[in-house]
C-alpha cells in the first residue's frame, strides 16, 4: 500500500516568514515527486518537481528530497497572504503512473 | 500557456445513470490521467493513459468506469450506472513525457449524484 503522509495542519506562520512542509512516503520505489498547491474548491496547481536527492530552488521554493529517508519538504521563503492554501505532496513511480497524493497540509499566512 | 480543460464544470444526473466527462489535455502531452476528490479527501489517482491504452488504473477504477481517446484532442471518462459514492471532484491531467513527469490539472467537473 502506497502512502504519503503529511501533517494536516492547519500550520500558522507570519507574513515575510519561512513555511516549512515536509511529508514522508512509504513507497521505495517512488522516483518523482512534487508539490502542488490547491486553493479551495479548485484544482491542484503544480508548484515543484524533485527528481534527485538534495535540494532545488525556484524563486521563493525550495524543495528538498531525501530518499533514503523517504522524506520530501517545501520552503516557502517571504511568505505572502497569497500562500495560503493546501499544500499536497505526491509521489509516483515512473512512466505513466499516477500521483499519490498526501492529504495536504493547509498554511495559513498571518499578515 | 496551455492548459488542461474541462467540461461540464458541474453535472448533476441520478442514481443509475451514466455519465461522461470531457477534457481536452494540453497539446502534444502524452500521458493522460484522471483523478478524484471526494469532499475534504484526498485525491486520488483514478487511471492513466498512454499511447491510446490503459497504463495503470486503481482499485477504484472498476467495471463501472471506462476512458476513452475518440480523436486526436478529447479525453473522456465514463461512469456507466453512477452511485452516490461517486459524487466528487473530477479532475482531467495530462504530462509530457520524454522524461518530463510533471502533470499539469484541470480545473475539474463537479459530479453530483441524487
Known amino acids: 500500500q502506497k502512502e504519503v503522509e503529511q501533517n494536516s495542519g492547519p500550520l500558522s506562520v507570519p507574513e515575510g516568514a519561512i513555511a516549512s512542509l515536509n511529508c514522508t512516503y512509504s513507497?521505495?520505489?517512488?522516483?518523482?515527486f512534487f508539490w502542488y498547491r490547491q486553493y479551495s474548491g479548485k484544482s491542484p496547481e503544480l508548484i515543484m518537481s524533485i527528481y534527485s536527492n538534495g535540494d532545488k530552488e525556484d524563486g521563493r521554493f525550495t524543495a528538498q528530497l531525501n530518499k533514503a529517508s523517504q522524506y520530501v519538504s517545501l520552503l516557502i521563503r517571504d511568505s505572502q497572504p497569497s500562500d495560503s492554501a493546501t499544500y499536497l505532496c505526491a509521489v509516483k513511480r515512473g512512466g505513466a503512473d499516477g500521483l499519490t497524493f498526501g492529504k495536504g497540509t493547509h498554511l495559513i499566512i498571518q499578515p | 500557456e496551455p492548459e488542461v480543460t474541462q467540461t461540464p464544470s458541474h453535472q448533476v444526473t441520478q442514481m443509475g445513470q451514466e455519465v461522461i466527462l470531457r477534457c481536452v489535455p494540453i497539446s502534444n502531452h502524452l500521458y493522460f490521467y484522471w483523478y478524484r476528490q471526494i469532499l475534504g479527501q484526498k485525491v486520488e489517482f483514478l487511471v492513466s493513459?498512454?499511447?491510446?491504452?490503459?497504463?495503470?488504473k486503481s482499485e477504484i477504477f472498476d467495471d463501472q468506469f471506462s476512458v476513452e481517446r475518440p480523436d486526436g484532442s478529447n479525453f473522456t471518462l465514463k461512469i456507466r450506472s453512477t452511485k452516490l459514492e461517486d459524487s466528487a471532484m473530477y479532475f482531467c491531467?495530462?504530462?509530457?513525457?520524454?522524461?518530463?513527469?510533471?502533470?499539469?490539472f484541470g480545473p475539474g467537473t463537479r459530479l453530483t449524484v441524487t
Open positions: 493513459f498512454y499511447n491510446n491504452e490503459i497504463s495503470e
Open positions: 513507497d521505495r520505489g517512488s522516483q518523482s
Open positions: 491531467a495530462s504530462s509530457p513525457g520524454g522524461g518530463n513527469y510533471e502533470q499539469y
